[in-house]
């Protein structure tokens, strides 16, 4: 479970504002380039961590003064990260339950981003992962009867 706070802060770290030629200012979600920049600016930094902790010098967790902007932003996502892994190492030993879920997630999401932007204004046309068991999105709903009539 990921808590409120923990939502509300992700949601507050991923919002930029935007400056248009009007000089008005619009909050927009962070782009994926932006995403990948910060976030692996964060991989980098944990890694010089691990390794100067290795050494035996001091390391960001004993000197708050190492911490940079990017290791808070990549803290955040910890736990999404860790549960992550946890999915895939279920899938690994033959649980599919936690994978099928997430594709259900990404399947809901893309009908959420359809339904908010129909005409792709802010996003392109996306394609979603193949169905998981149960999904209740539209799209695999329609595929489901299209299978069970025998039409496909």
């Not at 290795?54 to 190492?66: L, T, V």
């Not at 802010?122 to 069970?148: F, G, I, Y």
Request: some cysteine; aromatic content about 6%; hydrophobic content about 30%.
């Amino acid at each position: 479970m990921l808590w409120k706070g923990h939502q509300l802060a992700i949601g507050e770290l991923m919002t930029v504002t935007s400056s248009d030629a009007a000089g008005s200012n619009e909050p927009l979600c962070m782009g994926y380039a932006e995403f990948t920049r910060k976030w692996k600016s964060g991989h980098k930094a944990i890694n010089e961590h691990r390794a100067e902790n290795d050494s035996g010098e001091k390391g960001m967790s004993e000197n708050p003064d190492n911490i940079n902007d990017s290791d808070v932003f990549r803290g955040w996502f910890g736990y999404i990260e860790r549960g992550i892994y946890q999915v895939e190492r279920q899938r690994h030993h033959g649980d599919s339950t936690g994978f099928n879920r997430i594709r259900r997630l990404q399947h809901l999401l893309l009908e959420l981003v359809e339904a908010l932007d129909p005409d792709g204004a802010r996003a392109s046309e996306s394609k979603p992962v193949p169905a998981a068991h149960d999904c209740v999105c539209t799209r695999c709903q329609k595929n489901m009867a299209k299978t069970r009539a025998g039409t496909v």
